[in-house]
């Protein structure tokens, strides 16, 4: 068995299972934001299982805080499906159709099964568009201090659109060969993600 700290979720994975399990230990997160961070895992995963990249979810255990799907061994940290590229801007651009802002959209959240298909999770820290701005003091906790010093910068009277949260994260921070990430953000977006048409 192995156990990834992610934060405010671990990541246990057994064999070809794997599980999030949002009971961090310590008190560096507040109760309320971990049931808040689960509750937004469990609710997007539901909305999003028709999409073919959605986790192959075995189980939901709600009164325990856990969440477990398929695990293939891998992330996208480590290797890469045939045609990436385009199932990663498919994933983009059905994230935009349904107006979710995921902002950790770093290769670690990634893996791909067995049949070459990549599969997204940690939508822990997404919010749909008609959420916006968000107030920030609330998620502090599980900012690093680097988006923590972005958030300072980007937010207004302590509240923050996290499209704009997203264009910096897809277009700066977050790293994916051949700066594709910034490259489909500018596809799917245009430049503008807060008025974009999609």
């Not at 949002?22 to 109760?31: D, K």
């Not at 159709?97 to 822990?124: G, H, L, T, V, W």
């Amino acid at each position: 068995m192995t156990v990834i700290d992610n934060g405010i979720f671990n990541l246990v994975i057994d064999g070809d299972v794997a599980c999030m399990d949002f009971n961090p230990e310590g008190t560096r997160y507040p109760q309320d934001l971990v049931t808040s961070s689960f509750e937004r895992e469990y609710g997007y995963l539901q909305r999003l299982s028709d999409y073919e990249w959605c986790p192959e979810v075995i189980e939901y255990d709600y009164a325990n805080r856990k969440i477990y799907f398929k695990w293939y061994g891998n992330t996208c940290e480590d290797m890469l499906s045939t045609n990436w590229k385009e199932q990663l801007e498919t994933i983009v651009h059905n994230l935009a159709e349904q107006r979710i802002y995921k902002p950790s959209f770093y290769p670690k959240f990634f893996y791909i099964d067995a049949n070459d298909n990549m599969r997204a999770y940690a939508f822990y820290s997404a919010s749909d568009r008609s959420e916006q701005p968000i107030a920030m003091d609330f998620y502090r906790p599980i900012l690093n201090p680097h988006r923590a010093e972005l958030v300072d910068q980007l937010e207004v009277n302590g509240k923050l659109d996290m499209a704009v949260l997203v264009r910096h994260a897809y277009t700066d921070y977050i790293k994916w060969p051949d700066n594709t990430l910034k490259e489909i953000y500018y596809r799917v977006y245009g430049h503008n993600l807060e008025t974009s048409a999609v």
